[in-house]
């Protein structure tokens, strides 16, 4: 018999807290990765890099796992097929693997444990993506925050050195199938094209991360980590990242409290995925012009921080946290488009794109969330260009033509179009 470990967002061998216990378990394990066409079958186009960084990441686990002698069986198909099938081929003792908090992947993680259990074989999962998920950082009464501070405040007071440590997997590789190595699709069997955006390395770069206080708001300056898309596929560890960050920088820690935040609110609001956090603001009567968002959408705005950094994600999947928070501002108070539609939109674009956090994000910029920005403050894209790219370097390398007759008039007035938005979340708050 074998134990499967299955690597779903944890794509990395070290500090890999279910492969540790699988290891553990005492049965030698097999590595397993689904190409989950469930999910694949969604995506916007054939060209997503996302596809790509996994098809890169898991030859490398594989060859990896070479090394150590075993190997990584690679499917393909909706994981309830890929069970039942390997159900019929292999005798499996018991399958591990790590917590994923997203609505889709709980039904799916639930069919998997159903169908398992019907043969009497046992489904282990365990946290790796967080430091706190689900119940372990709630108020004394037992009810979920949704306030950041007050959380933050009890995470540090649970925080011990115990949730933080490594999982020492490499002591029980010993533990892994011994097998020649399995073959693995191509991208193009998988279904995907290659990419030419390029992926941001996953060595912590400390010498920014220890400025990051002072430089992480300019988006011109190379002043944060961007390791988000390694925590997202867990291509690095968060305890790991945890640990440098209380060496290196507290701000930066706090950054990654509100990645457990948002992973908590999913987890205890799924519905935050289809609806404002706040009932009213599901009320609000969007003008959802779809000219005015092909322009967002392309950079086109004549806005040159908002172009910029829609023309950044276009071209590279990413865009500073600091833009982020401007365009989507723009996008739901400016032009009083539905948040959803910008979800949606960065949904297809993010190389870092989590659920959780963009969701987060986006229902902060629009009001709706917990914790979120009042809806009467509303970005001014210009200020804020005066504020964190002073020198227009950001905004010149993004939008050259920004000082050009060729650049597009303002889709819309600042100060009308603040106006018009206060007086619109004011009327529809009222009457809900
Ligand atoms: P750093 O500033 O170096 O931060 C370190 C890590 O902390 C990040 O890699 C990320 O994992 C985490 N982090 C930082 N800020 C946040 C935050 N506000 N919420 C949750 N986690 C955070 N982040 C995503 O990872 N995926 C998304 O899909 C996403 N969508 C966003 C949408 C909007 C509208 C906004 C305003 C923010 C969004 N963010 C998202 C948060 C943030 O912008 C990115 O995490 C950050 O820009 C990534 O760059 P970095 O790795 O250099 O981050």
Redesign the pocket.
């Known amino acids: 018999p074998v134990a499967i470990f299955w690597f779903r967002r944890d794509l990395r061998l070290p500090d890999n807290a279910g492969l540790y216990h699988a290891l553990k378990g005492g049965t030698p394990v097999l590595p397993l990765f689904i190409f989950d066409t469930d999910i694949l079958d969604k995506l916007p186009d054939t060209h997503d890099p996302r596809v790509q960084f996994i098809h890169d990441t898991i030859t490398e686990l594989a060859r990896s796992l070479q090394q150590a002698g075993s190997g990584l069986l690679v499917k393909k198909g909706q994981p309830r097929a890929v069970f039942a099938d390997l159900m019929q081929n292999l005798k499996i003792a018991a399958v591990y693997t790590n917590h994923d908090y997203e609505p889709y992947a709980e039904q799916r993680d639930t069919e998997i444990r159903n169908l398992l259990a019907a043969e009497n074989i046992s489904f282990h999962t365990f946290k790796d993506q967080v430091i706190f998920e689900k119940n372990e950082v709630v108020k004394p009464d037992g009810k979920p925050y949704t306030v950041f501070t007050p959380y933050k405040k009890r995470w540090f007071l649970t925080l011990n050195n115990f949730y933080v440590q490594s999982y020492p997997t490499e002591q029980y590789f010993k533990n892994l199938v011994g097998t020649a190595p399995f073959p693995l699709p191509t991208l193009a069997e998988i279904g995907f094209k290659p990419t030419s955006i390029r992926f941001p390395g996953k060595i912590a770069p400390e010498a920014i991360i220890k400025t990051?206080d002072q430089t992480?708001d300019y988006p011109a300056q190379s002043g944060?980590?961007?390791?988000?898309l390694h925590?997202?596929f867990g291509t690095i560890s968060i305890r790991e990242t945890v640990r440098l960050a209380q060496r290196l920088n507290s701000t930066?820690l706090n950054?990654?409290i509100?990645?457990d935040f948002?992973h908590m609110i999913l987890y205890h609001f799924p519905q935050v995925a289809i609806q404002a956090f706040k009932p009213a603001y599901n009320h609000i009567p969007w003008r959802n012009n779809e000219d005015e968002f092909a322009h967002w959408c392309a950079g086109t705005t004549g806005y040159p921080l908002v172009d910029a950094g829609m023309r950044e994600l276009n071209a590279t999947g990413f865009?500073?946290?600091r833009v982020?928070?401007v365009v989507?501002s723009f996008l739901c108070k400016h032009l009083l488009i539905d948040w959803r539609w910008g979800e949606a939109y960065?949904a297809g674009k993010?190389l870092?794109?989590?659920l959780a956090?963009?969701n987060?994000?986006?229902q902060?910029?629009a009001g709706s969330g917990c914790d979120a920005a009042p809806y009467f403050r509303v970005f001014n894209p210009s200020a804020q260009i005066q504020k964190f790219d002073r020198q227009k370097l950001y905004v010149q390398h993004w939008v050259p033509e920004w000082e050009s007759s060729n650049y597009n008039k303002p889709l819309v007035n600042h100060e009308l179009a603040r106006k018009r938005a206060i007086n619109t979340y004011k009327e529809a708050l009222a009457t809900f």
Do not use: P, V
């Open positions: 990051y992480r944060t980590s961007r390791l988000s925590l997202r930066w950054e990654l509100w990645r948002y865009m500073h946290n982020r928070m989507a960065f993010l870092d794109y989590d956090a963009n987060g994000g986006w902060w910029a």
